[in-house]
DNA sequence: AGTCAATGGTCTGGTTCTGGGCCATTGCCG
DNA sequence: CGGCAATGGCCCAGAACCAGACCATTGACT
């Protein structure tokens, strides 16, 4: 086995406060929880959610602003606006990710089996309110009305829902954390007409479980659905 | 539902990294991965683990000598030395804490539960290497010897085991992190023999499961065990 | 047109953390 | 006994980060 403290002894800051913010922004753009257009929170209020200090944010967004990411207007109603599209998928660039990732990829695919067939057994065994049953609702409605264009963007803001209605805290960051370990790779699958539908089917399967608080059914249509992605991905590996 | 960004826009870092080192050593020592008398890795070899610098570190490390928990020696075979024993369990401190923690107590346990159960299903559906069953086996005949004293330290480490051998790296990680969350709590608990005996039936059976690939088996084992002490924890809730 | 509240822009002093170099101590080993 | 290697002890210059104050801009509302 490892040596002393193998899990304990990790690092206990991630890095470097600016560019870690870069990222969860970033992130939080690509995980589809900001779509093209929208605004970020006030600077002050950002800063105080992410721990850190306003100047620090402010070079984030700096950053971000001059890689064309997010655009700035001041006065009142203004704010950091969105100005980030999705790349097209390209599947040369999916093999390279892939290939990037290395063992990392099997641990992250075990990682989010868990978290997410977890979080669905959870949300269908505690009774959802009737406000959380109509977020979840709303949520896949929006990803079936959903054109190629949103669909990945509103697919992971799915799933990311159903971690949140759970009410676990730590389980929708968890969640969240693994979402944005995958998202690239995620997000250089070719979205086909014919894989959204065989999704939709299985999104259906899994809200119908969770609202039928069918807790055995909503992992295993949750399993199922995340079986199909990472048999994809680990294809590549191969 | 929340507001925007919910998950994702949690703090970057988490406080001091000075405090938070200190905490992250002392857990350690408190899941039983360091007994009294250990001793840990060489300051420079835990400074890049914790991805702090030494400095940081020794101010941790001065600040638990002073409280005692640790002494240092100098010189070659010198080294920093756990000198911590656990407290002795009381009800009353446990009473206190659980109020203490609040509603953070639920999500507390909802991690657990999802990240426990997923490993031991993991463990169980991954063949185990010959080493990974002898670890196994070794650390689950090592809490049945043990004694009153060390018996919570060692049901800790045989818990991380299990998250150990799945393989992933962020398992073990986030299962070390949820038992780090609850264990003031759990070793409050008084050890008594018939839960001893209890416990101690229920990890062979997890254990039985997990090396014989029964999937199903080892997530029920492991349930029916977390269901327990979060009853018990619960308990003291209301 | 004027007001005002919400927002980004800027500055400054202070704290924490880093990275690295160098010294001191200890006990094994030749 | 003397060398040596592993370990903790100490120090410093600079970078990163923070907390808070204050300024500038903007557009809706009256």
Same mark, same amino acid.
């Given at each position: 086995?490892?040596?002393?403290?193998?899990?304990?002894?990790?690092?206990?800051?991630?890095?470097?406060a600016f560019e870690e913010t870069?990222?969860?922004?970033?992130?939080?753009?690509?995980?589809?929880?900001?779509?093209?257009?929208?605004?970020?929170?006030?600077?002050?209020?950002l800063a105080l959610r992410l721990g850190i200090s306003r100047e620090t944010l402010r070079e984030a967004l700096r950053s971000l602003q001059a890689a064309g990411c997010v655009q700035v207007r001041r006065g009142r109603y203004?704010?950091?606006?969105?100005?980030?599209?999705?790349?097209?998928?390209?599947?040369?660039?999916?093999?390279?990710?892939?290939?990037?990732?290395?063992?990392e990829l099997e641990d992250a695919l075990t990682y989010r089996l868990v978290l997410e067939t977890g979080a669905a057994e959870q949300a269908a065994r505690r009774?959802?309110?009737?406000?959380?049953c109509g977020y979840l *609702?709303? &949520? $896949?409605?929006? =990803?079936?009305? !959903?054109? /190629?264009?949103?669909? +990945?963007?509103?697919?992971?803001?799915?799933?990311?829902?159903?971690?949140?209605?759970?009410?676990?805290?730590?389980?929708?960051?968890?969640?969240?954390?693994? *979402?944005? &370990? $995958?998202?690239? =790779?995620?997000? !250089?699958? /070719?979205?086909?007409? +014919?894989?959204?539908?065989h999704s939709s089917h299985q999104h259906r399967a899994m809200v119908e479980a969770i609202l039928a608080g069918d807790v055995a059914g909503a992992r295993r249509a949750t399993e199922e659905h995340l079986a199909g992605t990472a048999a994809l991905l680990r294809g590549f590996l191969g």
């Open positions: 086995m490892d040596w002393q403290g193998g899990a304990i002894f990790r690092p206990v800051r991630t890095g470097n870069v990222q969860r922004i970033l992130e939080a753009v690509k995980l589809g929880v900001f779509g093209y257009g929208d605004r970020l929170p006030p600077e002050r209020e203004g704010g950091t606006f969105v100005t980030y599209r999705l790349p097209p998928p390209d599947l040369g660039e999916l093999r390279r990710a892939v290939r990037d990732m290395g063992a009774g959802l309110t009737e406000q959380q *609702r709303v &949520r $896949l409605a929006e =990803l079936e009305t !959903a054109g /190629p264009d949103d669909y +990945r963007r509103l697919d992971s803001r799915f799933h990311l829902a159903i971690a949140e209605v759970t009410g676990s805290h730590s389980l929708a960051a968890g969640v969240a954390e693994s *979402r944005m &370990r $995958l998202n690239d =790779l995620l997000n !250089a699958i /070719p979205v086909l007409d +014919r894989n959204i539908e």
